[in-house]
């Protein structure tokens, strides 16, 4: 009735689960170094922007409809990325030229005393 499972040959796609291992190490680092020089919000700005194309890949490619409502909340989304992008432009021509070393989003990810220390 049941068939023998240890029976079964399901082939292991080993060159598969290496190129996904690879892809999967490069977003990390991607992810690591994009938050390093920016900020967690760029993060999800940038996020926004992949889910855009990645819809429009989807129309364009399995013509997949899209209804009133998700127009409506991408318009939302677009605007809402507009807005940051404006306000980071404001906030970047009336800041100083050098930032203030008390802000978190300025600091090095890695100290000098750190290396220092470690010899």
């Given at each position: 009735?049941?068939?023998?499972?240890?029976?079964i040959?399901?082939?292991?796609?080993?060159?598969?689960?290496?190129?996904?291992a690879?892809?999967?190490?490069?977003?990390?680092?991607?992810?690591?170094?994009?938050?390093g020089r920016?900020?967690?919000?760029?993060?999800?700005?940038?996020?926004?922007?992949?889910?855009?194309?990645?819809?429009?890949?989807?129309?364009?490619?399995?013509?997949?409809?899209?209804?009133?409502?998700?127009?409506?909340?991408?318009?939302?989304?677009?605007?809402?990325?507009?807005?940051?992008?404006?306000?980071?432009?404001?906030?970047m021509?009336?800041?100083?030229?050098?930032?203030?070393?008390?802000?978190?989003?300025?600091?090095?990810?890695?100290?000098?005393?750190?290396?220092?220390?470690?010899?």
């Amino acid at each position: 009735m049941h068939p023998d499972l240890n029976s079964i040959d399901v082939g292991f796609p080993v060159t598969w689960l290496l190129i996904s291992a690879v892809s999967a190490f490069g977003l990390n680092i991607s992810v690591f170094l994009l938050i390093g020089r920016s900020s967690a919000l760029t993060m999800n700005v940038a996020g926004v922007i992949k889910d855009w194309l990645l819809i429009l890949l989807s129309v364009v490619l399995y013509q997949t409809p899209v209804g009133s409502l998700q127009i409506f909340g991408y318009g939302i989304a677009f605007a809402g990325v507009c807005w940051y992008n404006y306000q980071k432009l404001q906030g970047m021509q009336s800041s100083p030229k050098h930032p203030e070393p008390s802000d978190p989003e300025n600091k090095p990810l890695l100290s000098e005393t750190a290396d220092e220390n470690k010899s």
